[in-house]
């Protein structure tokens, strides 16, 4: 098929890509030229595991071209898959002016059927609003459209594999000529298809982010207890996690919920809640419990070290989760942050991510960037692990002991054993255990 993307971020990158490399014809467009260009030269702007050899894959098979242009991209096909972004405004709700520019201009120019797909995470109801902005801006009212939802589960980090092979795909439609369309376009996928009404198909990722984001702060509070009570979160997690109605999935304890999605779907959720009169009072725990964590690790590293005033400390991990370079609600910044205003000097590592953090934390006034996690905590008196990245897990801590000033680590994200870490010699806090 012909398939048209609008927004080339982490979703509708991966959405084009992911469909180029299913044998479809995909033009992604992207309001930001200077994106388009690195694109076009088969480079991605953002780190995704995967994506940039699969999208020069299709970019050599010709199946995927990329332009700045809605007009073109609305000739080229007719079905629009919107990918752009819904960003939290002031008051917890979603700011949906980018979808409504789409769909604005998509009726403006359209001269044929267009079948216009809600792939961003938009509230309940936004397909109507969408159906009403086309249908105030189109050239006549004699040109057909529809309006679906079809959300994206995609997680950054595993976005290609989770694109590809997901648990579901739900699709919510109102006629039956948009229902054939995502019939073809899914037909060859081994999962099952969830046709329902748009509300529905709407409402289904904000419940699904808000009950997984519910899970993570659970566990985060269970953690907060094991911590007083001597008793192991790890152990609690795994005998929980074989019970199948709760999953193991999710029940890690940690420095909390961080990106683009859970933070601010939750709290949209929440205002969704408010706006047709109901109190989400569960979800605003949640947001509460999730918004702590960043704040109790930090003291609990201030009760390690009395006052952190000029201490040396490394901090391992900043992108928000393993396999990523977005920094974006990352509880890292919020750590860095509160560190730097006590005073401490900070030397700070991601494989991926210190591009995106100098950004907000440039180099300079307490902070410095390492080349390596090894020279982070030379002279260090404390390592802070702030993402889980795989090569945390391998480093060699008999190395990392050598280097530092005092042998501490203070673990956001349970990396490692503690009785294997506590035998090396160091003085090892991990969360809840
Ligand atoms: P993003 O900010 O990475 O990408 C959005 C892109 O759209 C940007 O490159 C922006 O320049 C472009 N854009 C905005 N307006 C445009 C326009 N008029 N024409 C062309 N391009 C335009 O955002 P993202 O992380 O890809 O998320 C997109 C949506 O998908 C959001 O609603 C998000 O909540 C949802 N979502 C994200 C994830 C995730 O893991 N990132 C997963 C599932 C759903």
Redesign the pocket.
């Known amino acids: 098929m012909k398939l048209t993307v609008?927004?080339?971020?982490?979703?509708?990158l991966t959405t084009g890509v992911c469909f180029a490399h299913l044998g479809h014809e995909v033009m992604v467009?992207?309001?930001?030229p200077q994106?388009v260009e690195l694109l076009k030269a088969g480079k991605s702007p953002i780190y995704e595991p995967g994506l940039e050899e699969l999208m020069q894959e299709s970019l050599r098979a010709g199946r995927l071209s990329f332009t700045t242009d809605?007009k073109e991209g609305l000739e080229f096909s007719d079905v629009i898959f919107i990918?752009?972004?819904?960003p939290q405004r002031p008051d917890g709700s979603a700011d949906l002016s980018?979808v409504e520019?789409?769909a604005r201009e998509t009726a403006k120019l359209m001269t044929s059927y267009k079948l216009l797909i809600e792939?961003?995470?938009?509230p309940v109801n936004t397909h109507q609003l969408i159906k009403k902005t086309v249908q105030r801006y189109i050239k006549s009212p004699d040109i057909p459209y529809d309006v679906a939802s079809n959300p994206?589960?995609?997680?950054?980090g595993s976005a290609i594999e989770d694109f590809l092979k997901p648990d579901r795909i739900v699709v919510g439609v109102e006629s039956e000529r948009a229902k054939k369309i995502f019939e073809d376009l899914y037909k060859d996928f081994n999962c099952p298809i969830i046709f329902t009404d748009p509300a529905t198909a709407e409402l289904i990722k904000h419940a699904s982010n808000s009950f997984l984001a519910m899970k993570i702060s659970f566990m985060n509070m269970v953690a907060d207890l094991c911590e007083k009570t001597g008793a192991d979160i790890k152990l609690v997690a795994d005998g929980m996690g074989y019970d199948k109605r709760i999953g193991r999935e999710f029940l890690n304890a940690g420095i909390g919920y961080g990106?683009?999605?859970f933070p601010k779907?939750v709290k949209a959720f929440i205002r969704i809640a408010q706006d047709y009169g109901l109190d989400f009072g569960l979800l605003k725990e949640v947001d509460r419990i999730n918004q702590e964590r960043p704040i109790r690790f930090v003291e609990k590293v201030k009760s390690i070290f009395w006052s952190v005033k000029d201490k040396k400390l490394a901090v391992w991990g900043l992108a928000f989760k393993p396999n990523t370079d977005d920094i974006r609600e990352a509880p890292s910044i919020k750590i860095v942050d509160m560190l730097l205003r006590e005073g401490a000097k900070l030397s700070l590592y991601d494989p991926k991510a210190m591009e995106n953090f100098k950004l907000l934390f440039p180099e300079g006034k307490g902070i410095s960037y390492a080349k390596d996690p090894y020279s982070a905590v030379e002279n260090a008196e404390a390592l802070l692990i702030l993402t889980e990245w795989e090569e945390f897990k391998k480093a060699d801590l008999k190395r990392v002991k050598s280097l530092m000033a005092l042998p501490i680590i203070v673990d956001g994200r349970n990396v490692y054993e503690p009785s294997e870490v506590r035998a090396l010699g160091f003085e090892y806090y991990p969360v809840g255990r």
């Open positions: 609008v927004g080339g971020g982490y979703v509708g467009v992207e309001k930001i994106k809605l990918c752009v972004g819904t980018q520019e789409v792939k961003s995470t938009v994206e589960f995609l997680r950054e990106g683009s999605c779907d």
